[in-house]
């Protein structure tokens, strides 16, 4: 089992940064890929970014290019999103999602993740 932490959301203006981490633990090992995911209210969770745990090879959806970026720190199993000029359409629940999915290519798809943390609210004001 792999228990996941986030931290690091709140209340800020447009043009801010935040930045948010999730802690992981328990059979961490083998995770390929972490990510991050994102659901603002009445819309469906949506990818944001991926970084493969040990080629660090990652992806991020268009609209976060950028602005946004994911990192991790093996040495202590925490995944980070470094969020930069943030917009109003940042606004939402994120997620922090692992997978011990063996594949050489970046998991994108929140089906193919088995271990999700409890989300962290993100909230852009104008």
């Known amino acids: 089992q792999v228990q996941l932490v986030e931290s690091g959301g709140g209340l800020v203006q447009t043009g801010d940064s935040l930045r948010l981490s999730c802690a992981a633990s328990?059979?961490?090992?083998?995770?390929?890929?972490m990510a991050w995911f994102r659901q603002a209210l009445g819309k469906e969770r949506e990818f944001v970014a991926v970084?493969?745990?040990?080629?660090?090879?990652?992806d991020y959806t268009d609209s976060v290019k950028g602005r946004f970026l994911i990192s991790r720190d093996t040495a202590k199993d925490t995944l980070y999103l470094q969020m930069n000029s943030l917009k109003p359409e940042d606004a939402a629940v994120y997620y922090c999602?692992?997978?011990?999915?063996?594949?050489?290519?970046?998991?994108?798809?929140?089906?193919?993740?088995?271990?999700w943390g409890q989300g962290t609210q993100v909230t852009v004001s104008s």
């Open positions: 970084i493969k745990w040990i080629s660090s090879k990652t």
């Open positions: 999602a692992a997978t011990r999915r063996a594949t050489s290519l970046v998991i994108t798809t929140g089906p193919s993740y088995e271990y």
């Open positions: 328990g059979q961490t090992l083998r995770i390929t890929d």
